[in-house]
């Protein structure tokens, strides 16, 4: 099951900020000049850069915590919580590709590939319906033999 949270989080680490007029609304550079060591002097919320960091995480927890308190307590939370998941989970994906060379590779996610698969096609193969891929690495495979 996806965790909404993790979102939340993503955004706070991102931009250090969660709450409306946590940063002061300027981005902040150090007064050393720029190439300089940024302290804490400079952004008091240096400190989430750790992001392995005790402090970082028990930060990360508390704020989790409250988001999902706030999200769960809407009326509407269940029924957006469930269209999500359902979009996150179709079987109807677009594969995105990347052309390197001759091919176009992916990466994919399904029920049968937990861990996923480097794929590739050409790009005649592509523009079908059901295009033929080639495994290029089967990073569950790969698991079970290490």
Not at 3 to 28: D, S
Not at 32 to 55: H, N
Not at 56 to 75: D, F, G, H, V, Y
Not at 126 to 134: G, L, V
Request: aromatic share 10%; charged share 25%; net charge negative.
């Amino acid at each position: 099951m996806h965790n909404f949270t993790t979102f939340m989080v993503l955004g706070a680490a991102v931009t250090g900020c969660v709450f409306e007029g946590q940063c002061g609304g300027a981005e902040q550079t150090s007064s050393a000049g720029p190439g300089a060591k940024v302290t804490a002097a400079d952004d008091p919320y240096v400190w989430l850069e750790d992001v392995t960091g005790e402090k970082a995480l028990a930060w990360a927890k508390a704020q989790n915590a409250l988001s999902t308190r706030e999200l769960e307590a809407s009326p509407d939370f269940e029924k957006i919580r469930q269209r999500l998941l359902s979009i996150m989970d179709s079987k109807e994906r677009i594969p995105y590709p990347a052309k390197h060379g001759a091919f176009y590779y992916n990466f994919w996610r399904d029920e049968k590939n937990a861990r996923g698969l480097f794929r590739r096609t050409t790009l005649e193969e592509f523009k079908k319906s059901n295009p033929a891929w080639e495994t290029v690495l089967d990073l569950d495979q790969l698991a079970a033999t290490e």
